[in-house]
């Protein structure tokens, strides 16, 4: 598992697979060692809940509060229609549940690249781009998650 604070293009490159979670056709992509668990989305139960989040699932005798995010990241107050599987993450500080449309592990991974300086300002939730045969995806961890959930559920944008 890598260790919280430390995700650089450098490690993320040195996995043979990355865990890939697509948010309204958006492709999110995960060091796989963060998800814990994947379970079908009909298990949040809805009375079990935290601030901002839809609910919380029970796993290894824990609830896991889950939050819905949209593909450009915004906290969502509702499931969407198409959201199917849960992924619990856990960075070993951080753990909660994401709502996600499909999830699969790709391996090996596709190139990765540095993020431009003009998308990386230091909150941002985004630590390498991914390239695929038919456009980009993000790269982010549990880490860069839980801060942006705490930014967008202190702003008043949640």
Do not use: K
């Amino acid at each position: 598992m890598i260790e919280p604070g430390f995700v650089t293009l450098d490690t993320l490159q040195q996995h043979r697979a990355l865990a890939l979670a697509m948010l309204d056709g958006c492709r999110w992509l995960l060091p796989p060692g963060e998800v814990h668990s994947l379970e079908p989305a009909l298990d949040i139960d809805p009375a079990v809940r935290a601030p901002h989040s839809l609910g919380a699932i029970a796993f290894a005798g824990v609830w896991w509060p889950v939050y819905c995010l949209s593909g450009e990241l915004r906290l969502l107050p509702q499931l969407p229609e198409q959201r199917r599987v849960c992924l619990l993450l856990d960075n070993g500080v951080d753990r909660f549940g994401l709502a996600a449309d499909e999830f699969q592990m790709l391996a090996p991974p596709p190139p990765l690249f540095a993020v431009p300086g003009c998308m990386a300002p230091p909150d941002a939730p985004i630590r390498a781009l991914a390239r695929f045969d038919t456009g980009i995806g993000g790269v982010t961890d549990t880490e860069c998650l839980a801060a942006l959930l705490a930014t967008l559920m202190g702003s008043g944008n949640a």
